[in-house]
């Protein structure tokens, strides 16, 4: 595989956080500075984890953000330099494959100048 063709790579970045509105502050924020070309918010979730020696359960909201390799790195910084979590889960997953029009159109949004 190619540099440029890594750099197209789609990629789904996916995080969790405390709630709907610090899900939208980050979904905002990635997506106006051209991280992400989209971010779902998925409210309802609730995570069970041990933390400091306790069995915590908590509701989360998740968020998948919609990006091309290239802006990973620095999509990942964002999601980390503004999450509340001590240690958020910041994760990234590469498709196999994508619709060339949807692929198309995230290229497009991660690739023009920011609105910011």
């Known amino acids: 595989m190619t540099d440029d063709v890594a750099e197209e790579s789609i990629v789904f970045i996916y995080t969790t956080t405390p709630s709907v509105e610090v899900a939208r502050q980050l979904a905002k ?3 106006a500075a051209r991280l992400a070309a989209c971010a779902n918010m998925l409210p309802g979730m609730e995570a ?12 989360e909201v998740a968020v998948l953000f919609k990006t091309r390799a290239a802006c990973v790195a620095a ?5 980390a330099a503004n999450h509340p979590y001590d240690t958020p889960a910041i994760t ?12 198309a159109w995230i290229m497009a949004q991660t690739t023009r100048q920011s609105s910011s």
């Open 48 to 59: 069970i984890y041990e933390w400091d020696g306790a069995l915590q359960q908590e509701a």
């Open 75 to 79: 999509a990942m910084d964002m999601i």
């Open 92 to 103: 990234a997953f590469t498709a196999t494959d994508a619709a060339p029009d949807f692929a």
């Open 29 to 31: 924020a990635i997506v």
